[in-house]
């Protein structure tokens, strides 16, 4: 069923978001850069105290992520390494400056690719060396383990068969998430998020997107309130729903402390009995929540 049109609530969005996505996202390696060179990372890693809780944190900045759940007790990921670059000189100077970094320290393993386009805070910037160095992950899991899993472009995030809290952020492409039992957040800029429970969140949730649909396939007897945005969509449930007024937000307006009072923009939808607050945020796209009896 179709929910209220006044789920269509006003943005105010931050263009600055957009803006931070690579200029060369989505082109042809090959035309701006002649050169390449590829390479293979296969790796087990063991978990350095197998007895504490499980997380993986994996952070790429070009290239798609895949993460599979399994029954293994270790981290086992197969890297493709391809160095797009100007001239043989600027693959040396990659080959130097680009580096993935492995650790495990109790039941944390972390993979984080770093290079000239990080600044001592972590983040990204607009650094061009000329060469590109896309990594593409394909990493299998102990099942139970949360996850933090990033990447900016060139390439989807896949994660699949996962009991854990989850947080998934990437900045120019899908998030595509299955057999999922666990509760987090999802967010990207351009490209679809879809997310396939087993079991329905037990805590708060937030999908967001900016062009794309949020697709939710949740199980029967969800107990849940929605927070819901879209401009340029609808929303669409499975579920019977009622309608509930969300709390009005007090933000600062200026330097002197001058209050002002203004709407979420989200508009409330409580399914079953209500529960955990699961935002579903969107610009161009629809929100859609389903109903998973598989």
């Given at each position: 069923m179709r929910l209220p049109k006044r789920v269509r609530s006003g943005w105010i969005f931050i263009l600055g978001l957009i803006m931070m996505i690579p200029l060369t996202a989505?082109?042809?390696?090959?035309?701006?850069?002649?050169v390449s060179e590829k390479s293979t990372i296969s790796k087990s890693i063991p978990f350095a105290d197998p007895s504490a809780a499980r997380r993986l944190i994996l952070d790429n900045v070009i290239g798609p992520v895949?993460?599979?759940?399994?029954?293994?007790?270790?981290?086992?990921?197969?890297?493709?390494?391809?160095?797009h670059a100007k001239s043989r000189d600027k693959i040396r100077k990659a080959e130097e400056e680009v580096r993935l970094d492995i650790n495990a320290e109790g039941g944390e393993v972390e993979l984080y690719v770093d290079g000239p386009f990080r600044d001592n805070n972590r983040r990204r910037n607009r650094h061009r060396?000329?060469?590109?160095?896309?990594y593409g992950f394909t990493v299998q899991v102990p099942k139970q383990i949360s996850i933090d899993i990033r990447t900016a472009t060139d390439g989807d995030i896949e994660i699949r068969n996962i009991t854990g809290d989850f947080e998934v952020s990437h900045a120019n492409g899908k998030i595509i998430m299955t057999d999922i039992n666990g509760s987090g957040s999802a967010h990207t800029a351009n490209g679809e998020v879809k997310v396939y429970f087993t079991d329905n969140p037990a805590k708060d949730c937030s999908f967001k997107t900016v062009n794309g649909d949020v697709e939710l396939h949740l199980r029967p007897g969800l107990s849940?309130?929605?927070?819901?945005?879209?401009?340029?969509?609808?929303?669409?449930?499975?579920?019977?729903?009622?309608?509930?007024?969300?709390?009005?937000?007090?933000?600062v307006e200026d330097k002197d402390w001058k209050f002002v009072y203004k709407s979420t923009q989200y508009q409330g939808v409580r399914i079953g009995r209500g529960g955990p607050a699961i935002r579903m945020d969107t610009m161009n796209g629809d929100l859609i929540i389903t109903k998973n009896e598989q």
């Amino acid at each position: 069923m179709r929910l209220p049109k006044r789920v269509r609530s006003g943005w105010i969005f931050i263009l600055g978001l957009i803006m931070m996505i690579p200029l060369t996202a989505g082109q042809d390696w090959e035309e701006s850069y002649p050169v390449s060179e590829k390479s293979t990372i296969s790796k087990s890693i063991p978990f350095a105290d197998p007895s504490a809780a499980r997380r993986l944190i994996l952070d790429n900045v070009i290239g798609p992520v895949k993460v599979e759940g399994t029954n293994r007790r270790d981290v086992q990921i197969i890297v493709e390494k391809v160095i797009h670059a100007k001239s043989r000189d600027k693959i040396r100077k990659a080959e130097e400056e680009v580096r993935l970094d492995i650790n495990a320290e109790g039941g944390e393993v972390e993979l984080y690719v770093d290079g000239p386009f990080r600044d001592n805070n972590r983040r990204r910037n607009r650094h061009r060396p000329g060469y590109v160095v896309h990594y593409g992950f394909t990493v299998q899991v102990p099942k139970q383990i949360s996850i933090d899993i990033r990447t900016a472009t060139d390439g989807d995030i896949e994660i699949r068969n996962i009991t854990g809290d989850f947080e998934v952020s990437h900045a120019n492409g899908k998030i595509i998430m299955t057999d999922i039992n666990g509760s987090g957040s999802a967010h990207t800029a351009n490209g679809e998020v879809k997310v396939y429970f087993t079991d329905n969140p037990a805590k708060d949730c937030s999908f967001k997107t900016v062009n794309g649909d949020v697709e939710l396939h949740l199980r029967p007897g969800l107990s849940a309130d929605f927070h819901l945005k879209t401009w340029h969509g609808d929303a669409y449930s499975d579920f019977e729903f009622k309608e509930f007024q969300l709390p009005i937000q007090r933000t600062v307006e200026d330097k002197d402390w001058k209050f002002v009072y203004k709407s979420t923009q989200y508009q409330g939808v409580r399914i079953g009995r209500g529960g955990p607050a699961i935002r579903m945020d969107t610009m161009n796209g629809d929100l859609i929540i389903t109903k998973n009896e598989q």
